[in-house]
């Protein structure tokens, strides 16, 4: 698996403020698939709309919990 991209490195969270926020960490939304950085450039939110990050006030919102995967992105 040499084209992997990806490591997952967290999911099941309960709360989002545990979750990890990096300039090499993205989120995955297991329902649509979507994959959006964690500190991105504007304003994003996956396919679903079940991850919502608001850019303004460094928020990140996620409707299913169950649903988020983190990812590193080895480079
Ligand atoms: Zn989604």
Do not use: A, H
């Not at 994003?44 to 169950?66: A, E, S, T």
């Amino acid at each position: 698996m040499t084209e992997y991209e990806y490591e997952l490195i967290g999911n099941n969270y309960d709360d989002t403020v545990n979750v990890p926020q990096d300039d090499d960490i993205w989120y995955r939304c297991s329902n649509c698939g979507r994959t959006i950085p964690s500190v991105p450039d504007d304003n994003i939110g996956c396919d679903c709309g079940n991850l919502f990050i608001d850019k303004d006030c460094w928020r990140l919102v996620v409707v299913d919990m169950r649903k988020l995967d983190v990812l590193r992105n080895r480079r």
